[in-house]
């Protein structure tokens, strides 16, 4: 599957952004999806995923009711829609697949990977 993340941006503190992931090749539906984010100087760590039924997600503790994963199984498209940025949440933000009935927080699991897209957050 082949992953094309888009979205990011400059924001200020406490604004919005939606990322989108659009996926082809492969069946989408076929695939658990996350979002992972690096900053500068940073490994780069989880921050949501969603199953491939859609039903059920799961956060990093530090965007835990500001962000909301979902996916759209008509588009082939994951979104993560990130409310009341910080500073702190600016980074290059991936999306990722990855196959089989469990999710995974670790990025080593996930097979495919976006080019990854800049959300800058100023104070």
């Known amino acids: 599957v082949q992953l094309q993340a888009f979205g990011g941006g400059l924001v200020q503190a406490g604004g919005s952004l939606r990322l989108s992931c659009a996926a082809s090749?492969?069946?989408?539906?076929?695939?658990?999806m996350g979002w992972f984010r690096q900053a500068p100087g940073k490994e780069r760590e989880f921050v949501a995923v969603?199953?491939?039924?859609?039903?059920?997600?799961y956060y990093a503790d530090s965007v835990k009711g500001r962000f909301t994963i979902s996916r759209d199984s008509a588009k082939n498209t994951v979104y993560l829609q990130m409310n009341s940025l910080k500073p702190e949440d600016t980074a290059l933000y991936y999306c990722?697949?990855?196959?089989?009935?469990?999710?995974?927080?670790?990025?080593?699991?996930?097979?495919?990977w976006g080019q990854g897209t800049l959300v800058t957050v100023s104070s």
């Open positions: 990722a697949a990855m196959g089989g009935s469990y999710y995974y927080t670790d990025l080593t699991r996930y097979n495919y």
């Open positions: 090749g492969r069946t989408f539906g076929s695939y658990n």
């Open positions: 969603v199953n491939k039924y859609g039903g059920s997600t």
